[in-house]
């Protein structure tokens, strides 16, 4: 399967904790985005990466959420401290042309 | 700032055909994009427009108006399988951000 992979599928977590989600792109893709969503919204812009560059992080994110990609590959974001409001399915897309393709996601759930 | 505005909400019948609105507010546009997307799955990507004027792909349609900063995703001969979400998003910037609207569930009734 060629296509953008997220891991873990699924995770559970205390509130304070810390989490890391990974995302591997399709490997010819130079962008890299993630998103956040909730139900029945659209999903958030969180940052995106140019290789392995951060062009831009959200001013909605607070100093507890980091992205790195650091060879211009995969990708983590991490959430540290974590709140119940940090529940979520969080997304990564990849990019070549302008048309993003997304992985299944991450969903957390913040107890 | 950046914004996107489109209905939440649109019902229509089984072979008919459904507009979907969208319009924006941003600097260093680039185009507008649709995904669509089914309950429990990811977006996935149905058009794209650059350039004013009509995207025809199969069943779907994508306009954009850059004057009026508005378009629309057009479906036609709907199906109950197009019940899903439908987010319009703007790409912006010279490495393109993409941000996307709140969307807009749709419901095919037989």
């Known amino acids: 399967d060629t296509g953008v992979s997220q891991d873990p599928r699924h995770k559970i977590t205390k509130r304070g904790q810390n989490v890391t989600f990974r995302c591997d792109p399709i490997?010819?893709?130079?962008?890299l985005y993630w998103y956040r969503q909730t139900l029945g919204q659209g999903p958030e812009f969180l940052t995106y990466f140019q290789n392995e560059a951060q062009l831009e992080k959200s001013r909605l994110l607070s100093d507890r959420f980091s992205a790195e990609r650091p060879k211009g590959s995969f990708s983590t974001l991490e959430i540290q401290r974590t709140e119940q409001g940090d529940s979520a399915m969080y997304l990564c897309?990849?990019?070549?042309?302008?048309?993003?393709?997304f992985g299944e996601g991450s969903r957390l759930t913040v107890l | 700032g950046q914004s996107l505005e489109q209905p939440s909400e649109v019902t229509a019948v089984e072979g008919a055909i459904v507009q979907i609105n969208c319009t924006y507010q941003t600097s260093g546009f680039y185009g507008l994009s649709w995904y669509q997307q089914h309950d429990g799955g990811a977006p996935t990507f149905l058009s794209y427009n650059a350039l004013d004027g009509l995207e025809e792909t199969g069943r779907f349609s994508s306009f954009l108006s850059r004057s009026d900063s508005y378009g629309y995703l057009l479906l036609q001969e709907l199906q109950m399988k197009d019940s899903a979400s439908y987010f319009c998003a703007m790409n912006s910037g010279g490495y393109q951000k993409v941000t996307f609207g709140t969307g807009t569930k749709l419901q095919v009734i037989p």
């Open positions: 490997s010819e893709h130079n962008r």
């Open positions: 897309a990849s990019s070549q042309t302008g048309e993003l393709f």
